[in-house]
T-cell receptor, first 119, second 111 residues
Framework: GAGVSQSPSNKVTEKGKDVELRCDPI?????LYWYRQSLGQGLEFLIYFQGNSAPDKSGLPSDRFSAERTGGSVSTLTIQRTQQEDSAVYLC?????????????????FGPGTRLTVL | GNSVTQMEGPVTLSEEAFLTINCTYTATGYPSLFWYVQYPGEGLQLLLKATKADDKGSNKGFEATYRKETTSFHLEKGSVQVSDSAVYFC??????????WGAGTKLIIKP
């Protein structure tokens, strides 16, 4: 596609419910990233995929958070038993390749985000 | 660990004023540096980037120079417009693929 797409754009849920957030990366991009942007704060890294595998899950804030990627394309971020502190904008980004060792990061392209509100 | 610090906002300027948004970083190795912009109601967009010391990134009249000696990547524009009103984020790309973000600086341009 032309850019990274995310769905839904807005999600309102009740505390304790599970939610699934979807990300469609740019076609051909092997790396996919999830971030969280809380009100008035910068972005917080959650997880990164290279292909279908996630080399580093350390950014996930708790075991209620999980993510998967299938077919090297679409990714789903799942939050179980949502809490009010989970309310934020969840952003997905993709890049052609991940940063190689040595530190020259490849450009990440962002989707419009999913605004999650937990009541 | 790696970190990014940028000036707090909001920054309020009149149209055609000169803009500087300061960004400094702490990093090991040789990171890439980025400025992203988030216009009202829109997603994050890459504004410009620099991948090594003394590189200058530029786009839409904005510039930033990667200064290793001062660990800085300040964003500048000679004459801002109302349409530049947005939130600007400085970010660092480290060797572990993450982007490390500053807190963002809200820019308000008044006609």
């Amino acid at each position: 596609g032309a850019g990274v797409s995310q769905s839904p754009s807005n999600k309102v849920t009740e505390k304790g419910k599970d939610v699934e957030l979807r990300c469609d990366p740019i076609s051909g991009h092997t790396a996919l990233y999830w971030y969280r942007q809380s009100l008035g704060q910068g972005l917080e890294f959650l997880i990164y995929f290279q292909g279908n595998s996630a080399p580093d899950k350390s950014g996930l804030p708790s075991d209620r958070f999980s993510a998967e990627r299938t077919g090297g394309s679409v990714s789903t971020l799942t939050i179980q038993r949502t809490q009010q502190e989970d309310s934020a904008v969840y952003l997905c980004a993709s890049s052609f390749r991940p940063a190689p060792a040595g530190g020259h990061g490849d450009t990440q392209y962002f989707g419009p985000g999913t605004r999650l509100t937990v009541l | 660990g790696n970190s990014v610090t940028q000036m707090e906002g909001p920054v309020t300027l009149s149209e055609e004023a000169f803009l500087t948004i300061n960004c400094t970083y702490t990093a090991t190795g040789y990171p890439s540096l980025f400025w992203y912009v988030q216009y009202p109601g829109e997603g994050l967009q890459l504004l410009l980037k620099a991948t090594k010391a003394d590189d200058k990134g530029s786009n839409k009249g904005f510039e930033a120079t990667y200064r290793k000696e001062t660990t800085s990547f300040h964003l500048e524009k000679g004459s801002v417009q109302v349409s530049d009103s947005a939130v600007y984020f400085c970010a660092l790309g480290d060797s572990n693929y993450q982007l490390i973000w500053g807190a963002g600086t809200k820019l308000i341009i008044k006609p």
